[in-house]
């Protein structure tokens, strides 16, 4: 029988023990720290042994096989001793992958994944067909193909989860754009990260449909660089394309083999240039589904946002909380305060991951009043920004935030947390930072 070891024990480690238990394997897993109850709980169901709060060499270095969680990085000691012995390592998606006859519509980006994931799944739901949500997004995809059958899933893919897949196939793949991001992770070499995104399309044949936005620069120069065999389906606000998607004045148009769907801009659930971007890519993937007009249209309509991202929380006294704690970079920022048209006081900060904010200084300058940073080290945003404002202040919870930003906004303004950073200084994750800020706006 063979042995896998699973190191780490949240949603995707836990899956991919579960899934390996299914499938007859000695199965084994390791978590350097705590283990939720819940995922305990999993862990005794299926009778599968575990640890918590240590790696014992002697239980981890005889796999035939080991399975990584995503946000264990490569550096960590042992890993390096796993590559040392020259066991194979691979990701909750690789092993899944092996399990599932499914079609799979798999889509990553540095912003805009979660939205672009859950409208393709509702879009598909609501056509009545019978599709799975999982990946970076909702329940383990390992967990899923071991309790449940689906005809197709819809996976969101991060870069450290595509890190480790060789074998797996996407039948459709989409690339919502590529911007700075988790650069600390990838030895500060933009190549890398542009490098693991790409992976995604790895194993495509020319049956297959690769969706990606061609005003995305660094996408499309890396693009011209490689060899994809799937048909590409660009999108773009800039251009008119023959096969593929654009806005044509009011209305978005989607043009797939000899197909065309139309839709007002205006009629879009989703408001703001990055949610058109978002819409038509989704569109694209349900037109290749063969989803009728109607029922996209109806879909894209009908779709409600994403929590924590720029999800409108209350208005109190005439100013507007808006909880955007899933903008973990620049990019998202970016797009959070471009479309704002009321003054700003912005929640900013968290773990910086090498950012630049060169490219929010204009936008600053223009739509911020005040800046709120919520942070343990925010030397960087007050360097950049210091000098903008009249008002900056830091904070080390939720609560201090939103009760500094009462004091600080006036009628008419917006509150906006949009963090440009990660949240592993003050929260246990970015939604456990949303939820919070919630609950604080929801006591003031």
């Known amino acids: 029988m063979s042995r896998i070891v699973v190191l780490g ?4 480690g836990v899956g991919s023990a579960v899934l390996a238990k299914v499938k007859g394997f000695d199965v084994f897993l390791s978590d350097a720290g705590c283990i939720s109850e819940d995922y305990v709980a999993t862990l005794n169901k299926w009778n599968i042994p575990f640890e918590q709060g240590m790696h014992s060499e002697e239980m981890i270095l005889n796999a035939d096989e080991v399975i990584k969680s995503p946000g264990i990085p490569d550096t960590a000691c042992m890993v390096r001793k796993i590559a040392e012995k020259g066991i194979g390592i691979i990701s909750e998606i690789e092993f899944a992958g092996r399990y599932d006859t499914a ?45 449940e059958t689906h005809d197709i899933y819809v996976l969101e893919l991060s870069s450290f989860q595509l890190d480790n897949v060789y074998d797996f196939k996407a039948d459709i793949a989409i690339i919502t754009n590529i911007t700075p991001d988790h650069l600390d992770r990838y030895g500060h070499d933009m190549e890398n990260y542009v490098k693991a995104k790409f992976r995604i399309t790895r194993n495509m044949s020319k049956e297959d449909c690769f969706i990606f936005c061609s005003d995305d620069d660094i996408t499309v120069n890396h693009l011209n660089k490689i060899v994809v065999k799937a048909q590409k389906l660009p999108f773009t606000q800039k251009t008119e394309v023959v096969q593929g998607a654009f806005v044509k004045e009011d209305r978005m148009i989607v043009r797939y083999k000899e197909e065309e769907c139309d839709m007002y801009l205006q009629e879009l659930a989703l408001g703001g240039r990055h949610n058109v971007y978002n819409s038509m890519a989704a569109a694209l993937a349900a037109k290749v589904m063969d989803i009728d007009n109607d029922a996209i249209r109806e879909g894209l309509a009908t779709f409600q946002a994403v929590e924590h991202r720029l999800e409108k929380v209350l208005s109190i006294k005439d100013v507007l909380y808006i909880n955007d704690s899933k903008a973990t970079n620049v990019d998202a920022s970016w797009y959070a305060l471009e479309c704002q048209t009321r003054p700003v006081i912005w929640i900013v900060g968290g773990t910086d991951k090498g950012n630049d904010y060169s490219s929010l200084i204009p936008l600053v300058k223009e739509k911020v009043k005040g800046i709120i940073c919520l942070g343990l080290d925010n030397k960087k945003i007050h360097d950049a920004f210091g000098d903008l404002v009249s008002q900056m202040h830091d904070v080390t919870s939720a609560q201090e935030a939103v009760k500094l930003a009462d004091s600080l906004a006036s009628s008419g303004d917006v509150v906006l947390l949009s963090p440009c950073c990660a949240s592993f200084d003050l929260f246990k994750n970015y939604e456990d930072r949303g939820r919070q800020f919630k609950e604080a706006v929801r006591n003031l």
């Open 9 to 12: 024990g949240g949603e995707s």
């Open 103 to 147: 079609k799979k519509i798999c889509i990553t980006g540095s912003n805009g994944k979660t939205t672009t994931t859950s409208l393709i799944y509702h879009l598909l739901k609501q056509a009545g067909m019978n599709v799975g949500l999982g990946g970076n997004i909702g329940k383990s995809y390992a967990y899923q193909v071991a309790t």
